[in-house]
C-alpha cells in the first residue's frame, strides 16, 4: 500500500465518506451521527477507505467497511478493520455485530460467527441500520472481543 494515513473520521470527511459507501451500495443515511467513531483512510487527501462503528454501552455495530475499486485486493480492508478494532478496544466494546448482504465469508474469516436477528441485543436491533437500512434478509454476525 503506497503511503496511506489512517485517522478518525472529522466532519470533513462525510461526503467522501457517503459518496464511497454510496458506490459501494451500503447505507449511509445516518453516518453523520456517527462520525466520531469512524476511521477513514486517505491516500494524500483522497479517501480511499472507510469503516465505523455504532456504540451502544458495551456492544458496537461494525459498519460501513468500504475501499475503493483501486484499492480492493490490496489488504486495506484487513488494516482498516485492525484500526477499528483498535478503537473498539479502546471504547471498552465487549461484542462487535455485523450486517451483510454479501461478505458472510470475510467477516467469518476475521472471527465473527453467524446469529440468527432475533438473537442481537435490543441496542443493536434499534439502531437504524438494523431497523430499516439494511434489509432483512441481512445476515447478522458476532464477534466478542
Known amino acids: 500500500m503506497k503511503e496511506i494515513a489512517f485517522t478518525l473520521a472529522t466532519s470533513e470527511d462525510r461526503v467522501s465518506i457517503e459518496q464511497l459507501l454510496s458506490e459501494s451500495k451500503l447505507p449511509f443515511a445516518d453516518v453523520v451521527t456517527h462520525l466520531p467513531h469512524f476511521m477513514v483512510a486517505k491516500q494524500n487527501t483522497k479517501l480511499v477507505g472507510v469503516v465505523g462503528l455504532e456504540i451502544l ?6 459498519r460501513s467497511l468500504a475501499v475503493t475499486n483501486a484499492e480492493q485486493g490490496k489488504g486495506l480492508s484487513k488494516v482498516l478493520y485492525e484500526k477499528i478494532l483498535a478503537h ?17 465469508g470475510y467477516f467469518n474469516k476475521l472471527g465473527f460467527s453467524k446469529i440468527p436477528r432475533d438473537h442481537a441485543p435490543h441496542a443493536i436491533k434499534k439502531t437504524k441500520q438494523f431497523s430499516n437500512l439494511c434489509p432483512g434478509t441481512a445476515i447478522c454476525l458476532v464477534k466478542i472481543i
Open 57 to 62: 454501552g458495551d456492544v458496537a455495530l461494525l
Open 88 to 104: 473498539a478496544y479502546r471504547q471498552n466494546i465487549k461484542k462487535l455485530y455485523v450486517l451483510t448482504m454479501t461478505a458472510e
